[in-house]
């Protein structure tokens, strides 16, 4: 019979702080322990599971994948010791999030509002950026969470579905198509119509589109996010298509929304960290935000 092999709370809690921290003086700083100390217990763990944990890599301790597996399977453990031995005085946490102008101006203004009100011991750091940025900011460590509408593949980043919706046409209310149920590709001919860039992959894909249904509508501006895209709509200068979340939350009483006839769809994501533990605080928004965000005729929970 195979000798039992025990666990040791302290290498774990060792394992999750140097995840967290990246250097051993970051991880014995959290923990209130010595640099030897934090090597000490990073060094029976490795020799109780026989795997490498971390490797260094320009001056900082890069976690394995065995690291990263064994921390997935320590998430259970640490939020049951979390609900029982809560600190009886709240400690002030701060989710440091990232998101671009369409997520970030006014929708999650508004649930990061109603989050701190309710948990008046969280702090929120919020950083409007590119998509790109989102995923480079969690890969640096510089954020733990991201709210990002752009499906980037990289190495070290999580995506956790959010929301999905298919494209809509947007358009002030005395618009021409306003009164239709549903707009299709070919009623966009000769229409003036706002374009997103080339940098989102969705111009390309309605580029073809309307090409298939010889439908040329006349471009009159190009903008950068959607956000531009439903202002200068709102403003009468033509339609645009475009994601209806979250835009549809903050401009339903101001324009006129229609499904767009087309195989396009957006998914909204959370970008996460894979290789450190998602902090207490993220969790707790990522929960607020799915309980919190309101039903609209067009997307549906990811």
């Not at 019979?1 to 774990?12: C, D, G, Q, T, V």
């Not at 997935?72 to 671009?100: H, S």
Request: one cysteine or more; aromatic letters at 8%; proline letters at 7%.
């Amino acid at each position: 019979m195979p000798a039992k092999s025990w666990h040791s709370l302290p290498e774990y809690q060792a394992l999750r702080a140097l995840m967290q921290g990246g250097t051993t003086t970051a991880a014995a700083q959290q923990l209130g322990l010595s640099q030897s100390a934090i090597s000490r217990s990073i060094s029976s763990l490795e020799a109780r599971t026989g795997h490498m944990l971390f490797e260094r890599e320009a001056g900082r301790l890069r976690p394995t994948q065995e690291a990263v597996r064994l921390n997935r399977r320590l998430d259970p453990l640490f939020a049951a010791l979390d609900r029982i031995d809560g600190p009886t005085i709240p400690v002030q946490e701060t989710l440091r999030i990232i998101a671009p102008p369409t997520y970030a101006h006014r929708f999650l203004v508004t649930h990061i509002t109603s989050f701190l009100t309710t948990n008046p011991h969280f702090y929120v750091s919020l950083e409007v950026n590119t998509s790109d940025e989102v995923i480079r900011g969690i890969l640096d460590d510089r954020f733990d969470l991201g709210v990002t509408g752009v499906e980037l593949s990289r190495d070290g980043v999580k995506l956790l579905p959010y929301r999905i919706s298919n494209a809509v046409c947007v358009m002030a209310s005395d618009h021409p198509l306003a009164n239709k149920a549903e707009i299709h590709p070919q009623d966009l001919n000769n229409q003036p119509f706002i374009a997103l860039t080339y940098r989102h992959a969705r111009r390309t894909q309605l580029d073809k589109i309307l090409s298939q249904s010889r439908s040329a509508p006349r471009i009159v501006a190009e903008v950068s996010t959607s956000f531009a895209a439903v202002d200068l709509a709102k403003e009468g200068l033509g339609l645009a298509v475009v994601n209806p979340f979250p835009v549809y939350h903050y401009r339903s009483d101001d324009l006129v929304f229609r499904p767009f006839a087309s195989q396009i769809e957006y998914r909204s994501y959370f970008a996460t960290s894979a290789q450190r533990p998602l902090p207490r605080v993220a969790r707790a928004f990522i929960r607020h935000l799915r309980l919190h965000t309101p039903a609209d005729p067009f997307s549906r929970k990811g």
